[in-house]
């Protein structure tokens, strides 16, 4: 691995990130990456190093970063609970009466959230024109029997989460993940957030190939995941994308031209770290969520062996990833969500804490960088 230089700013006292950062680069296989730290409102670590196909590395530069696009969609339907448009505890029919079918009638937006709806991949193939529409897909979800009755299991939902969530706040509010996303949370906070994007556009950069995997046990339960048609089904949609080769499909128009709200969040770490700031306190007079909503949502939901796929140790509160042995963050109290490749952002309430790593150069197995970065974090704290 070569050494990079890195730019940008690191504040007294935690420099240990800077130094854990610059060993991602010589020890772990980063070649372009950022992160972002902020402590009561303002930023106190922003650094960042390294190229990509398209050119120097800089703080504005755009990736697609998967999953970590959960915990933005979570935060657009907890400001709407915390407005009183959403109720996580009523029944999801109250909001979309379709969803009542096949048995679903009980089911609750909590328990959406919280994977535990039982619709982890759509049973009937969707195309990539039913994705540009929102609609079909929501409705064949809706039409659709639960693979166990909702609130009695857990399996991770990879994309349907999105539409899922994002049909119930539509529904609610007359507004999509990405218009309230823009409305509510990136023109007050002027951010560069956005589900899908131009990949033409200056500051897009494309996903550069994966590190190899290098450890064969976690190579094994991967694929005995993926051999599994509902976990390939829930990331493939049925075959409008390669689940097999996600980050080459990331990099193409049909995923970069929909709204996937459970994945193709396209940002920065400032974005991304200035956004979860906002969720534990004010950040120029801008505050997403109160501390009720915030301690509420990072209570643990589901936990331990999941309805499909292998226990990889993952906590999930209320729509968000919570702190456990697969996702420490900053200790225990922190929420936010992780994604495909590494990338990773959080917040932690009572230390006001918000940290955003973003990578170019998607991991491995195992892929120690966010990690790395979060144990400095803690050693500063």
């Known amino acids: 691995m070569t050494a990079a230089q890195v730019k940008g700013h690191v504040s007294s006292g935690f420099d240990p990130i800077a130094v854990a950062f610059a060993d991602n680069f010589r020890h772990r296989g980063d070649t372009a990456a950022s992160c972002v730290v902020y402590a009561q409102g303002a930023p106190v670590v922003d650094i960042w190093a390294g190229q990509t196909a398209r050119g120097a590395w800089t703080p504005d530069s755009r990736t697609v970063m998967f999953s970590v696009s959960k915990g933005v969609t979570t935060v657009c339907l907890l400001m709407a609970a915390e407005r009183g448009l959403i109720d996580l505890d009523a029944p999801v029919v109250k ?7 096949n048995g679903k009638e009980a089911a609750t937006v909590r328990q959406l959230l919280a994977h535990q709806a039982g619709l982890v991949a759509p049973e009937v193939d969707v195309t990539l024109e039913d994705l540009r529409a929102w609609e079909p897909v929501a409705d064949t979800l809706a039409r659709q029997a639960p693979a166990w009755a909702p609130g009695t299991a857990y399996a991770y939902h990879a994309l349907t989460f999105g539409w899922l969530a994002g049909e119930v706040l539509r529904r609610a509010t007359g507004l999509r993940p990405g218009q309230w996303l823009r409305e509510h949370v990136t023109d007050p906070l002027n951010l560069t957030m956005t589900y899908g994007a131009d990949p033409a556009s200056a500051d897009f950069h494309p996903l550069a190939d994966p590190l190899p995997i290098t ?3 976690a190579a094994a339960l991967m ?10 089904r829930s990331i493939s949609l049925g075959g409008v994308f390669d689940a097999a080769n996600l980050v080459r499909s990331s990099n193409e128009e049909a995923w970069l031209s929909v709204e996937i709200p459970a994945g193709n969040l396209v940002t920065n770490a400032r974005s991304l770290a200035r956004l979860y700031a906002a969720t534990v306190g004010e950040v120029d007079g801008v505050r997403l969520l109160g501390p009720d909503v915030v301690r509420d949502a990072r209570a643990v939901r589901s936990e331990g062996r999941p309805f499909v796929g292998p226990d990889a140790g993952g906590r999930w509160g209320t729509g968000f990833m919570i702190s456990s042995t697969q996702r420490p963050m900053a200790g225990p ?18 230390s006001g804490i918000a940290f955003a790593y973003q990578t170019a150069r998607p991991g491995g197995l195992p892929d120690d960088r966010a990690d790395a970065l979060c144990r400095a974090l803690r050693a500063c704290l």
């Open 215 to 217: 450890d064969p046990g």
């Open 333 to 350: 109290g922190s929420f936010g969500h992780d994604g495909f490749g590494g990338c990773l952002g959080f917040a932690h309430l009572e």
């Open 95 to 101: 909001y979309w009466p379709e969803f009542a079918g």
């Open 223 to 232: 694929a005995a995941a993926f051999a599994s048609p509902m976990v390939e």
